[in-house]
């Protein structure tokens, strides 16, 4: 071991970034029941909105809880805290990790299992709720937008689940930090969605899809940024 | 003085403040031009003259009645008016003398008086009942006019009136709490730079405690304007759910730090939560209400007030009520600050002796 300060760890590197988000994905598949939990929230979720909202809600019900469903979708996938979060599974890692390269896995492991639900929800969703609203191409570039959006929410919530958990919160925590921060995000997801609802063209409404991906850019940085202060001791 | 100019300064231009919103009168404006339904039979035409009542604010019709000039406009074309009687100083009846066939159905209400000037109520008169050719012209008239004899006054704004003096509340608390959110801004920055002592993290504390206060603040008072103007204590409007997430973003700042009893790591932790807190502010009052539709002053480009909404006599009250409320933010943030320290002082002491 060498001193044992956090900083002395050798820079960010690509190869061990990649282990860890292999490791993630084998950790995640590896339990199962812990993934299809998440796909059966989803899936219930849309069906209680089917029950609630009928098969004929209107386009503004619609989006509205399509873009619900998502959101509680991803915080439900965040709140599960991870093996590699307790304090002595942590101590254990500062001295062989970056904590960089531990936010970046952290943060495409999220992004690329909240696509994965995404795809189940929105599935599930034109499955039930129906789409009267969206032809072949509409569905597409609305598909993009929660696309967009999940990664947008990945990239704060990676961020906001460790901050949960340093602080000994459970569930709890996490909406009461996370929910105000991704407000933004839903605004815009929302009137992006209903604009593709209401038939603006593409042209009109892709300055939404920018501020998505600004917004995930911007989060993803300070997350990047500030990471290692919150894993040290 | 020192460290008192903060107290002195504050609770010196705020008093100011509070002496012009109370004291300033309102300057005039033109509230309605309705159609009362009676006609008059004129001498020189077998045409009734339709009779209307005009409702202005602050005005002073009743000291030269003879003076007074009621004048309508739709592009170029100008017509005078009948003025049948003048009631007081704010009801006159008017006949509308104007011909049947007309070049619009809107139209401009302009009120000439020696005292109040030219005073303008846009579309105030709408005739449905008329022939409308747009290529007709009306002939030109000679109009007085009168340089206005007012005492300093705020200026009449449609629908807002009297309220305007509660610009001098609502917007210099949403900039006292974007100074004092900037100061936790720049503390958390530090706390996490030097991260040596918790001095940094007691500062930032401090300021997002009074910051939220003038957040509620600035909530409560909008939201009075609100009901006013717009006829519910809140409206579904980009600038206001921004305002209240912020607020809501700050509070969950508060509740992690009360959630977590390590010291050293609360610091950090909050610091960190703050610099997204701020971000979010910014991103929330700043960025998003210049891109959407929105009731709130001055939307489409500045989502803060319209420059020419101000005039001297508002700048005369606004300016001073900004930066007097600012120093009262920062005098309440450092009275905080030393109350925490002076508190943390004494926990250590009262510990020592066991």
Same mark, same amino acid.
């Given at each position: 071991?060498?001193?044992?300060?956090?900083?002395?760890?050798?820079?960010?590197?690509?190869?061990?970034?990649?282990?860890?988000?292999?490791?993630?994905?084998?950790?995640?598949?590896?339990?199962?029941?812990?993934?299809?939990?998440?796909?059966?929230?989803?899936?219930?979720?849309?069906?209680?909105?089917?029950?609630?909202?009928?098969?004929?809600?209107?386009?503004?019900?619609?989006?509205?809880?399509?873009?619900?469903?998502?959101?509680?979708?991803?915080?439900?996938?965040?709140?599960?805290?991870?093996?590699?979060?307790?304090?002595?599974?942590?101590?254990?890692?500062?001295?062989?990790?970056?904590?960089?390269?531990?936010?970046?896995?952290?943060?495409?492991?999220?992004?690329?299992?909240?696509?994965?639900?995404?795809?189940?929800?929105?599935?599930?969703?034109?499955?039930?709720?129906?789409?009267?609203?969206?032809?072949?191409?509409?569905?597409?570039?609305?598909?993009?937008?929660?696309?967009?959006?999940?990664?947008?929410?990945?990239?704060?919530?990676?961020?906001?689940?460790?901050?949960?958990?340093?602080?000994?919160?459970?569930?709890?925590?996490?909406?009461?930090?996370?929910?105000?921060?991704?407000?933004?995000?839903?605004?815009?997801?929302?009137?992006?969605?209903?604009?593709?609802?209401?038939?603006?063209?593409?042209?009109?409404?892709?300055?939404?899809?920018?501020?998505?991906?600004?917004?995930?850019?911007?989060?993803?940085?300070?997350?990047?940024?500030?990471?290692?202060?919150?894993?040290?001791? | 003085?020192?460290?008192?100019?903060?107290?002195?300064?504050?609770?010196?231009?705020?008093?100011?403040?509070?002496?012009?919103?109370?004291?300033?009168?309102?300057?005039?404006?033109?509230?309605?031009?309705?159609?009362?339904?009676?006609?008059?039979?004129?001498?020189?035409?077998?045409?009734?003259?339709?009779?209307?009542?005009?409702?202005?604010?602050?005005?002073?019709?009743?000291?030269?009645?003879?003076?007074?000039?009621?004048?309508?406009?739709?592009?170029?074309?100008?017509?005078?008016?009948?003025?049948?009687?003048?009631?007081?100083?704010?009801?006159?009846?008017?006949?509308?003398?104007?011909?049947?066939?007309?070049?619009?159905?809107?139209?401009?209400?302009?009120?000439?008086?020696?005292?109040?000037?030219?005073? =303008? @109520?846009?579309?105030? +008169?709408? /005739?449905?009942?008329?022939?409308?050719?747009?290529?007709? %012209?009306?002939? !030109?008239?000679?109009?007085?006019?009168?340089?206005?004899?007012?005492?300093?006054?705020?200026?009449y704004q449609p629908r807002i009136l009297e309220t305007i003096r509660n610009l001098m509340l609502h917007v210099p608390m949403w900039f006292t709490m974007f100074v004092l959110m900037g100061i936790a801004f720049v503390a958390s920055i530090k706390q996490l730079a030097t991260a040596r002592n918790l001095a940094e993290d007691e500062k930032s504390?401090?300021?997002?405690?009074?910051? =939220? @206060?003038?957040?509620? +603040?600035? /909530?409560?008072?909008?939201?009075?304007?609100?009901?006013? %103007?717009?006829? !519910?204590?809140?409206?579904?409007?980009?600038?206001?759910?921004?305002?209240?997430?912020?607020?809501?973003?700050?509070?969950?700042?508060?509740?992690?730090?009360?959630s977590l009893d390590n010291a050293p790591l609360r610091a950090r932790l909050s610091a960190v939560y703050n610099l997204f807190a701020f971000i979010i502010l910014i991103i929330l009052l700043m960025v998003l209400p210049r891109f959407t539709e929105s009731l709130h002053p001055g939307k489409g480009g500045n989502p803060g007030f319209n420059s020419y909404d101000l005039d001297s006599a508002l700048r005369a009250a606004f300016y001073p009520a900004v930066i007097g409320w600012i120093f009262i933010g920062i005098w309440m943030y450092r009275i905080n600050l030393r109350f925490t320290r002076l508190q943390k002082l004494l926990t250590w002491t009262h510990c020592s002796q066991f």
């Open positions: 071991m060498n001193s044992g300060r956090a900083h002395k760890v050798t820079p960010p590197s690509w190869s061990r970034y990649v282990h860890l988000t292999r490791h993630a994905f084998r950790m995640e598949f590896r339990k199962k029941n812990g993934l299809a939990g998440l796909i059966l929230f989803a899936i219930c979720a849309v069906y209680t909105c089917y029950q609630v909202a009928g098969s004929r809600a209107d386009a503004e019900t619609w989006n509205a809880l399509a873009w619900v469903v998502l959101l509680f979708s991803a915080f439900n996938a965040v709140s599960k805290p991870w093996p590699e979060d307790a304090p002595e599974m942590r101590s254990y890692l500062i001295h062989v990790l970056h904590p960089r390269e531990w936010i970046l896995a952290r943060m495409t492991f999220f992004a690329m299992l909240l696509s994965g639900i995404t795809c189940i929800v929105f599935v599930a969703f034109t499955l039930f709720m129906g789409s009267e609203d969206l032809s072949t191409g509409r569905a597409l570039w609305f598909f993009c937008g929660m696309q967009a959006t999940s990664i947008a929410m990945a990239s704060l919530l990676a961020m906001i689940q460790t901050l949960a958990i340093r602080a000994n919160g459970g569930f709890g925590l996490i909406a009461v930090l996370g929910l105000p921060l991704i407000i933004p995000v839903i605004l815009i997801a929302t009137q992006y969605g209903m604009d593709v609802l209401n038939g603006v063209s593409f042209a009109d409404t892709a300055h939404n899809l920018l501020f998505l991906a600004t917004l995930s850019g911007g989060f993803g940085a300070l997350g990047y940024i500030l990471f290692p202060y919150l894993w040290r001791d | 003085m020192g460290h008192n100019i903060w107290k002195i300064g504050g609770f010196a231009l705020i008093a100011y403040v509070f002496v012009m919103v109370f004291t300033v009168p309102m300057g005039p404006g033109l509230l309605e031009l309705s159609n009362t339904g009676n006609a008059t039979t004129q001498v020189d035409s077998d045409r009734p003259l339709p009779e209307y009542f005009l409702t202005g604010f602050g005005t002073h019709w009743s000291s030269q009645p003879d003076q007074l000039q009621v004048i309508v406009r739709s592009k170029t074309n100008l017509s005078k008016l009948e003025v049948i009687e003048v009631i007081d100083d704010t009801h006159a009846r008017i006949g509308v003398s104007l011909p049947y066939s007309l070049p619009s159905k809107s139209w401009d209400v302009l009120i000439n008086h020696p005292i109040d000037g030219t005073l =303008l @109520l846009e579309n105030g +008169l709408f /005739l449905s009942d008329r022939f409308i050719d747009e290529s007709l %012209t009306l002939p !030109a008239i000679s109009i007085v006019e009168f340089e206005a004899k007012l005492p300093f006054h705020f200026p504390e401090a300021a997002v405690k009074v910051g =939220l @206060l003038f957040g509620f +603040l600035g /909530l409560i008072t909008g939201s009075f304007w609100a009901r006013f %103007t717009w006829g !519910a204590w809140w409206v579904d409007d980009p600038q206001l759910n921004g305002a209240l997430v912020t607020v809501l973003v700050y509070s969950g700042y508060m509740v992690l730090r009360n």
